[in-house]
Nanobody, 119 residues
Framework: QVQLVESGGGLVQAGGSLRLSCAASTRTFSWYTMGWFRQAPGKERELVAAVSNKDGNTYYTDSVKGRFTISRDNAKNTVYLQMNSLKVEDTAVYYC????????????WGQGTQVTVSS
């Protein structure tokens, strides 16, 4: 059982940066793989980045490689998404999600935070 709360979204100019945070309410945060998803109007939800509960392994979708960095601080029960060189097409609602590694589906979700990138 995990409760997730995102913060850090907002309005930025293209080329700017934002850092999203996701605070987790659980006593077993380190057991979970954490992911950041986004959903733009008219598009399906996509996995942007993920960080494993083991070995610090990370995943990024091709469109954000080299620009976004996911990290976690297990002592603070927090996962971050550093977003640099933002593009207009990054505009979306960003969701934090969690899953146990033995499960293929992310079953715990935050409420989302809006990221808007203007030109």
């Amino acid at each position: 059982q995990v409760q997730l709360v995102e913060s850090g979204g907002g309005l930025v100019q293209a080329g700017g940066s934002l850092r999203l945070s996701c605070a987790a309410s659980t006593r077993t945060f380190s057991w979970y793989t954490m992911g950041w998803f986004r959903q733009a109007p008219g598009k399906e939800r996509e996995l942007v980045a993920a960080v494993s509960n083991k070995d610090g392994n990370t995943y990024y979708t091709d469109s954000v490689k080299g620009r976004f960095t996911i990290s976690r601080d297990n002592a603070k029960n927090t996962v971050y998404l550093q977003m640099n060189s933002l593009k207009v097409e990054d505009t979306a609602v960003y969701y934090c999600a969690a899953r146990a590694d033995v499960v293929s589906t992310y079953n715990y979700w935050g409420q989302g935070t809006q990221v808007t990138v203007s030109s």
